[in-house]
């Protein structure tokens, strides 16, 4: 019996009908036709998939679309305001925090929950907020590399923003 | 003419600093895309029944059910009755459906009845006497498995020769053979040996016992020598878990062309693999790739399920055909590195000058047997005696993995000579260094670099004789391991072709694993040509641009760098001849350089990059570069030193790696930022396999217990320790030209670690990986010994 869902993906509206048993990643990636979440264990053990539902990084493999309804996703593709690249994104490419790359995207949205939660987190609290994401490649050096860079970045920017405000 | 030759360091703007991959922003921003994301209107979604037994004869398949089902588009046998399958997961039936759900209950409709055989899954040390007598023919899977290892092809010949095959060696065969790189003289013998089809049916030992290979004198060796360590190493197999699956999507653009998308580490070798099996001519398949999720050695072939989802896609009108491998049956089916375990046997004298060494090792490449670990490793001991002995599994097939037998052999004889240093009352790295003379032509390179890794480490501060004596249950200790490699550039071709409007692009058919090979390419090209790396538009990834190189066994940067900087100075070469006579110079006083085109002695005399282009008329210029190729630009063969300082809770038996040092050298390096990125993944690879890796199967059912990241567990975030990499960029290193690195540094670790432990504990936990298991054993062991 399929259900009607709707789905708000990085500000747009999607409506389909879907099989209960279609898991958000499905979704994502076949029917809204956004690849940049990527599929690595299904089984919510890699990271791979992590995208926002409703500001807060999840594993869309273990989630299914129909629970997702009504709510507000983001992928890595919607992470950015405009063309230009989020600070997270940039410091992981200043950094080299990736190789195939294939981690990345699941990697730069939990680390921005995690920024979300703590705008300063030491290395370890780095390790350990991302630590549900798995990298076969980079060594997670230059990961942690990258996060600390991207946090430095967005402070500076809040606090530039802040100055322009006053 | 130009002289083949890399810029002297002074010349270079791009070559050997760090350099951001020109790839982040697409991959930063899920905008690039891989094989698994290829989607395409109409897509089809393929799935693949799997045998659930490790040996079985496949007795009927009926697939009426699933073929009736509303969404299933096509159903394809892929083993048919009467097959004997060799491992759990080996592929069956394949079906393609509108969606993965209905593609999933069609497999389940599916009734497949085998003839369950005997198996065996244990690659536990064979009983003696095990494998003795003729080992007889080879089969395509003992050659392949040879071929796939880089067992050195004196051994293939001898066996071709002695043992002979049991199959038919066609043209199509060798031509293939040919294609990956086999020598010529590897296939002279397989055709010239003798043909026993009778073989082919007749059952066969699990045991295939290799030739005892002797050099020197071991007996007088041993006899001479004044300290002698016995102990047995050895590490299991494990997979290669990349963490985008194997896969590909299939369609056919007409009736006899293939369209590809394959997640694949040989974009131009794949043509011909699918042409062979589909009986269509290899220029009729077009095999593309942007990106790959890893494949450290395992993706070189369509496999049998890419063979079965073009096939599907025929059967579907040639619609596109998806299917990518679910991570249970990547683990299971799509690559294992063959274990290796040995018993050795090595002396020294009293000053610690090695003297002799034994060994008997055994290692399983699945149903196929496997190639052996290059022992005694690194060290050319004067006095040797080794046998090793493949034991035939139903493990799954071997694939190639990251430095194929390396690690296994850094384990085998780097723990054998820490355990040989601690009978002699030596430090490691005096005793290591004592005999770097029998490290052959690498030795001046170890000799940099052991002390320098010891400085990173801080060696002399952390080290202490065997068993940290210090109070409470936490021991720390510093363990090393050397390594060497090949890595010399593969055959590659770069089509550069530069425009009268000054634009610049590069066709070439390689692939970039991750590694940063678009970066290199353009770095190269970019300071070869004196303009902006942005300013010059790179294809790779696709049959339809020059041929090149499968990306393994650290070929890849030697291949396209070189290649590269042939077709960029042979493009200048044109260049200069057209823009001579407007400078009023000879072409060979030409420059290019920081965008311009330039009278070397008088730089003012020049053309903007622009002008000057615009003087080749109304045709662009196209050049071929090769590699191989004239001049020195690659060259082969590293060496490398890890070390590593762990902790170790005695009560828990949990190892925690504190500190990692690589030391490593490459020859020129193109890009110091991917270069270095290369060692740190390599570290933490190394931790993942020395701590936890192993594929586990029951000895009972013959299936993988841990076909899952949870129980295949992979090193995360919280188990970095501190790492440090140093690149040795010295002119001694420089000057032997581009030298591959993506294998060398993941060699070293598991040695280095193991060797830790052992410092920290005071005893030797033999097998990799050092679960809290192995460790408890370990330690009740010493206690019963000492009691
Ligand atoms: S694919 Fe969702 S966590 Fe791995
Ligand atoms: S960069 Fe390859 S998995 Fe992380």
Not at chain 2, 169 to 193: F, H, Q, R
Not at chain 2, 415 to 426: Q, T, W, Y
Not at chain 2, 447 to 457: V, Y
Not at chain 2, 499 to 517: A, E, N
């Amino acid at each position: 019996m399929k259900k009607n869902v709707r789905i708000v993906i990085n500000g747009a509206e999607h409506r389909a009908e879907v099989e209960p048993r279609l898991l958000l990643v499905h979704f994502l990636r076949e029917v809204a036709g956004l690849t940049g979440t990527h599929i690595g264990c299904e089984t919510s053990l890699c990271g791979a998939c992590t995208v926002l539902l409703d500001g807060m990084a999840v594993k869309s493999c273990t989630v299914l679309a129909v629970q997702a309804d009504g709510r507000s996703i983001t992928t890595i593709e919607g992470l950015a305001a405009s063309e230009n690249l989020h600070p997270i994104q940039e410091a992981f490419w200043e950094e080299h925090g990736l190789q195939c790359g294939y981690c990345t995207p699941g990697m730069i949205l939990c680390a921005h929950d995690l920024l979300q939660q703590n705008a300063s987190p030491s290395e370890q609290e780095i390790r350990d907020g991302i630590g549900g994401n798995l990298c076969r490649c980079t060594g997670y050096q230059h990961i942690v590399n990258a996060v600390k860079a991207a946090s430095r970045k967005m402070n500076q920017r809040q606090r530039a923003a802040a100055r322009a405000a006053d | 003419m130009a002289e083949y030759k890399w810029p002297a360091p002074a010349e270079r703007t791009l070559i050997g600093k760090r350099i951001s991959r020109v790839d982040g922003a697409v991959k930063v921003s899920g905008h690039a895309k891989y094989s698994y994301d290829y989607n395409p209107k109409g897509l089809l979604f393929g799935k693949v029944l799997r045998c659930p037994h490790a040996h079985a004869r496949v007795t009927s398949i009926d697939t009426s059910a699933a073929e009736k089902m509303a969404g299933i588009k096509a159903v394809q046998i892929v083993q048919k009755p009467g097959t004997e399958v060799l491992w759990q997961g080996d592929d069956i039936v394949a079906v393609a459906a509108v969606d993965e759900p209905t593609a999933e209950d069609a497999i389940r409709a599916i009734q497949v009845k085998y003839e369950v055989l005997p198996h065996n899954v244990s690659d536990a040390e064979p009983p003696a006497g095990a494998g003795e007598g003729p080992a007889g023919p080879m089969t395509e899977d003992d050659l392949e498995n040879a071929l796939g290892n880089q067992v050195p092809d004196a051994q293939v010949i001898s066996d071709l020769q002695k043992r002979g095959v049991t199959f038919q060696v066609t043209d199509d065969m060798t031509k293939e053979l040919k294609g990956y790189g086999v020598s010529d003289a590897v296939i002279n013998a397989l055709k010239a040996a003798a043909y026993h089809p009778e073989a082919a049916s007749q059952p066969r030992s699990p045991y295939q016992k290799m030739a005892a290979q002797t050099q020197g004198d071991p007996d007088k060796g041993f006899a001479s020598a004044e300290v002698t360590s016995e102990g047995v190493y050895g590490a299991p197999v494990i997979t290669h878990c990349c963490l985008e699956t194997h896969g590909s999507a299939a369609e056919w653009p007409s009736s006899d062309h293939l369209l590809v998308h394959c997640s694949t580490q040989g974009v131009s070798g794949l043509p011909d693999q699918y042409a062979q099996a589909l009986k269509i001519p290899a220029g009729n398949v077009r095999a593309h790739q942007d990106h790959i999720g890893g494949g450290f050695g395992s993706k070189f072939s369509p496999d049998r399920w890419g063979i079965a989802t073009a096939q599907l896609s025929k059967s579907a009108g040639g619609k596109p055909v998806k299917y990518m491998l679910e991570r249970d049956s990547e683990l299971m089916t799509a690559g294992a590195r063959p274990s290796a375990y040995a018993r050795v046997k090595v002396a020294a004298k009293g000053d610690g000058t090695l003297v002799a060494w034994q060994s008997d090792s055994w290692g399983t490449g699945g149903p196929a047997g496997a190639g052996s670990p290059p022992l005694p490793y690194v060290f050319e001991i004067p006095n040797q005696r080794k046998q090793h002995t493949a034991v035939r599994t139903n493990q799954g097939p071997a694939r190639a993995w990251r430095a194929p037998n390396h690690p296994q052999a850094a384990v085998i004889t780097m723990c054998a000579l820490d355990d040989l240093a601690h009978k002699l009352n030596m430090d490691p790295v005096e005793f290591f260094a004592k005999n770097l003379d029998m490290t052959g032509p690498r030795a001046p390179i170890y000799k940099e670099e052991l002390p320098l890794a010891a400085e990173l480490m801080g060696w002399k501060q952390k080290w202490h004789p065997r068993g940290d004596k210090s109070e409470g249950p936490i021991k720390r200790g510093v363990g090393l391991s050397m390594h060497t490699w090949g890595g010399r550039g593969h055959a590659s071709n770069c089509l550069l072709s530069i425009h009268p409007d000054g634009s610049v692009d590069i066709k070439m058919g390689s692939q970039d694993l991750g590694t940063g090979t678009r970066t290199a390419i353009l770095i190269v090209a970019a300071d070869s040509l004196g303009i902006p790396m942005n300013a010059i538009t790179l294809n790779i990834g696709d049959t339809m641009y020059p041929p090149d190189g499968g990306s393994g066994g650290s070929t890849t940067i030697g291949g396209v760098s070189s290649s590269t900087r042939r077709a960029a100075l042979m493009a200048l070469d044109q260049l200069f001849a057209k823009v001579a006579p407007a400078l009023k110079a000879q072409p060979a006083d030409l420059e290019a350089r920081d965008g311009t085109v330039r009278v070397k002695s008088e730089p003012s005399r020049s053309l903007s990059w622009k002008q000057a282009c615009a003087k080749l008329g109304a045709m662009p210029l196209s050049v071929t570069g090769k590699n191989p190729g004239p001049g020195n630009l690659i060259n082969s063969g590293v060496g490398g030193v890890g070390m590593a300082d762990v902790s170790v809770d005695t009560e828990t038996g949990i190892v925690k790696v504190n500190k990692m040092v690589a030391v490593q050298d490459c020859g020129l390096v193109i890009n110091l930022k991917t270069a270095e990125s290369q060692c740190y993944g390599a570290l933490i690879m190394g931790i993942s396999y020395a701590l936890y890796e192993e594929k586990v199967l029951d000895p009972v059912t013959g299936r993988m217990l841990n076909p899952n990241m949870e129980f295949y567990r992979l090193a995360g975030l919280r188990d970095i320790p501190e790492l440090m990499v140093h690149m040795m960029t010295d002119p001694l290193n420089e000057n032997r030209g581009v030298i591959g690195l993506g294998e060398p540094p993941v060699i070293s670790p598991g040695a280095a670690i193991s060797n830790a432990v052992a410092n920290a504990i005071g005893v030797r936990v033999p097998f990799l990986p050092l679960t809290p298991d192995r460790v408890l054993a370990a330690l009740e062991q010493q206690q019963k010994a000492g009691a």
